[in-house]
């Protein structure tokens, strides 16, 4: 009895370790054919031209601004209500507003007419003579938001008058979702989601001084990321301003596909490009030496969430005490606004605290660099002052978060990554000083190769636009043309 049942036991593993290898096996070779085939159907989507046929638009993966659309403004011309809650005025505007301004101006340009509807400031409104924009500006809500039922109230009227809307396009949630719900021509773009943020909460409570109160911001946090899950839905189309937010609104929070567009920022390339003449120039004008072996460049909002305290002591250390060659040859310029300014200037002569300053001469800024640094702690959408610094041909450094590695420094070939420490930023600090300014510059052409490609307000319109095209009221099929198809025959990429 004893001996049956030890040979049943025997065969009970011999059967458990068949098993278990088998279903190992299945695994691999399921695994092995998924990925062989999402490398086919990858390759084919990225290269349509390599198997001669056309694509429907609401099913490419990736982003859009890797198409290549027509550079003349398309037959049929769109009518555009944006809502966003701020329009930009002059160097006082975040990523949204200056997103919002870049796109819907050359959209404008290209014979679009565009209504903003949008908070009423004490700013003058610009006029362009080459753009139909018309702004509908109703007072701010008692929170400071863009008030909702005056909003809607000016739009619907605008909407019967005349020719009604073919596309509205809201900026975050410049038109709340209530009102968005069930209507099939509203894209809305997504310049930071909650759920990117808990990255950034998990960083900065580990960055917390030992007298410092934990924030109670990770409970809330989940709390807004199970609330976006809820009401993102509501919109019709998502643009994600980045590849990795366009992951996490399929994974995450559930949305369909067809209904997530990738579309990276874009700047104007015309006015950020390589300028050797503006490099020397602004140099002297802001008084870096000719013997100086580095300059390093920071801008934006010089305040705690970007980085700037973890900045501030890693460029303390490298130049006091430990490295004698940082305070010989190297030098710091910063572009921009917020209490680290101050802070900044103790570190002495090499650092060069500038202010805010004027599109034209944060073009000139970017020029006089040898690397930019973006020291982050916000994993949120995607920092235009990376896309100024690559387009202005110049090796960019930031932190390592996934929207950051995901779409800009994608190798070490466009620039470095960092952790959120000061001993990583110390190390990147470090390593730029070792490559020297034959590296960098090798870096910076790969950057600007990059920018080009994707990330210049030209091909983000241009992404736009078909976007649009495809979404609006009227019919997609029109005068036997099919928006929603790439590539059309007047495509750029159009197949032989």
């Known amino acids: 009895m004893r001996k049956d049942h030890c040979s049943s036991s025997v065969h009970f593993h011999l059967l458990c370790r068949f098993l278990f290898a088998f279903s190992v096996l299945s695994s691999v070779l399921l695994i092995f054919w998924s990925q062989s085939s999402a490398s086919c159907i990858g390759e084919a989507a990225l290269n349509p031209e390599k198997r001669n ?46 997103h919002a301004l870049t796109l819907h ?19 003058t409104f610009p006029r362009h003579k080459d753009a139909a924009m018309s702004f509908h500006q109703t007072p701010p809500s008692p929170a400071g938001y863009l008030n909702q039922a005056l909003a809607w109230e000016q739009f619907q009227t605008e ?21 968005a719900r069930n209507i099939s021509n509203l ?24 007298d410092e109160p934990r924030r109670p911001t990770i409970t809330e946090r989940l709390s807004k990321v199970i609330e976006e899950v809820k009401f993102f839905p509501h919109y019709a ?21 067809e209904r997530v567009h990738i579309i990276v920022n874009g700047v104007d390339e015309s006015i950020y490009r390589p300028d050797p003449k503006m490099r020397e120039e602004f140099r002297r004008k802001v008084g870096v030496p000719d013997r100086a072996s580095l300059v390093i460049g920071l801008a934006g909002r010089l305040v705690k969430d970007k980085g700037h305290p973890l900045m501030f002591e890693a460029l303390k250390q490298v ?146 636009e078909r976007l649009f095209l495809c979404i609006s009221k009227e019919p997609a099929v029109k005068d036997n043309i099919d928006y929603c198809r790439y590539p059309l025959p007047w495509d750029s990429g159009k197949l032989k």
């Open 237 to 257: 189309h998502h643009v994600a301003t980045s590849d990795h937010v366009g992951d996490v609104l399929k994974r995450i929070y559930m949305i369909p596909e």
């Open 319 to 464: 130049f006091f005490g430990e490295e004698e060659r940082f305070q010989r040859g190297v030098f710091v310029l910063v572009a921009g606004d917020g209490p680290w300014g101050n802070r900044y200037k103790e570190l002495g002569r090499n650092i060069i605290v500038l202010g805010p300053l004027e599109q034209s001469e944060l073009a000139k800024f970017y020029n006089s660099l040898d690397v930019y640094f973006n020291p982050t702690l916000r994993a949120q959408g995607l920092d235009h002052t990376f896309i100024e610094a690559m387009l202005s041909g110049v090796a960019i450094a930031g932190t390592r978060f996934a929207s950051i590695t995901g779409s800009l420094i994608v190798g070490s070939n466009v620039g470095y990554t960092f952790l959120p420490t000061v001993e990583s930023l110390k190390e990147a600090l470090y390593k730029i000083m070792k490559d020297g300014k034959q590296v960098l510059w090798k870096k910076g052409e790969v950057a600007r190769s990059r920018a080009l490609h994707l990330f210049t307000a030209t091909k983000m319109a241009a992404a736009y």
């Open 105 to 123: 101006l050359a959209l404008a340009r290209r014979g679009h007419e565009i209504h903003v509807f949008t908070t009423k400031s004490n700013a």
């Open 187 to 210: 894209a809305a773009s997504w310049h930071g989601i909650a759920y990117e943020t808990i990255h950034s909460d998990v960083v900065q409570d580990l960055l917390r001084g030992p």
């Open 53 to 98: 046929e056309s694509f429907h638009l609401l099913a490419f993966p990736s982003a859009l601004n890797q198409l290549s659309f027509s550079a003349k403004p398309p037959r049929r011309l769109l009518k555009v209500a944006l809502f966003v809650k701020r329009w930009p005025h002059r160097n006082l505007a975040g990523g949204l507003e200056r």
């Open 159 to 179: 909407n019967a008058t005349g020719r009604p809307f073919d596309v509205i396009h809201s900026e975050s949630v410049g038109l709340l979702h209530g009102r």
